[in-house]
């Protein structure tokens, strides 16, 4: 596909890499977040962090939404799911993330009807396909995935949907940034921002980067080549004692991201006063939840639930990881008690969790150098 | 529906909750229901909302994400 396959050449990947390392002050070490779930899995799959000079260093951020979910919302759903007219629906990754006794999918094998959908117009197409039961969502991610949910809701209402209903976990990007920046253990010089968050709220949201903390931010697109342009403009940012918000991902992402978007998510969610993120605890309108009028299709209000907080386990060091404190292979059960088949901590179930991606990519490419 | 949906696997990512879109092609479009038949880059089909991004024709290319289009890519001459 063009504009994909030109941005993984190897070549002009190794030239770019040139640039940075020409561009980098030896006698200074960098440290940059990859704010995106999305941008870690490149990292680790392309291998680019190998490319890069050994005083650049990347660390990886909260952006995976499944990675942040805490245990107690995981239960919250567990045990909606066990109504016996509910189908319960999610995507694939979720339905591993443990709760405080069991997941999603131990649920399902204990005869809780829990399916996974790719979109949230799969579990409306559900809904009205089994009239008798009560179909709900359980919506999860960024800004990126809560335009997709208001459409649905949207058309849930106008067609007068009475069994369809949404458990609302979107949560937003900005908030855990600011939550991170001050953060006391944290030392960042800039940060690879989220390329297809900002594609629906635009480049202008992370101004307060630059404004108020004076690091730097490079809006990036997901392929090799993106992420290493994108480290080069850091570094060239910093060099010349420059400090703003670029646009990498021009090819996709306006400056004022989506008004539709944004304008269909203020009419269906409201932001929530606090929301508790895995690692980083509660954090002040950080997320949705569906707004007054669609009160009817919020299946919290349809459910009772437990809302109880749950301690993530002792042995688990996600927070630091999502902070960017320890690398994944630093936390004492990475890679023993935690693995992506039997994972403690949710950094370990996603794709894009960075334990995950670790796991995956970092320790499958040191055992085939040994061998 | 679950047979017809990818999985999750660490080596194409996550498909749904990563926050991460797929770029597609637009092939055909349904303006009625504001749906459009698309085309990723291994040419699997799939129906996509367009309401936050039409008109659309066929020949552009979408950014999309969990079966909603977020936003127009270029697509290279």
Redesign the interface.
Known sequence: ????E?FRDAKLGKVVAGEILAAVDPDRHYKLMEV???HT?SIY?YGIDDLLPENVELVHGP????CVIPMGRVDDGIAIARHEEVIFTC????MRVPGSTQSLLEAKAEGADV????????AL??AKANPDRQVVFFA???E??A???A?TMMRAKAEGLANFSCMCNHVTIVPPLRALLDSPDLRLDGFIG????S??VGARPFEFIPADYGKPVVISG?EPLDILQTVLMIIRQLGEGRCEVENQYT????YEG?L??LE?MSQVFELRPHFEWRGLGFISQSALRLADAYADFDAEQRYEVPGVRVADPKACQCGEVLKGVIKPWECKVFGTACT?EHAIGTCMV???GAC??YY??GRFASEKAVA | MEGQVPHCDHTTGCITCGDEAIPMDVLEVDAGRGLALCADAERRRSSVEIALVDPVAPGDRLLVHAGTAIARAEVAA
Do not use: Q
């Open positions: 596909m063009k504009f994909v030109e995106c779930g999305g899995h799959r952006g995976c939404p499944v995507f694939g990754d979720m399916r996974m959908v790719y979109s949230p117009l799969d197409r559900l999860i991610g960024f990126t995935t335009p997709s949910t459409l989220p390329g297809h968050v594609t629906v997901f090819r996709v992402v306006p989506n539709r978007a269909v992506p996603s794709p894009e995950a991606a995956n990519y």
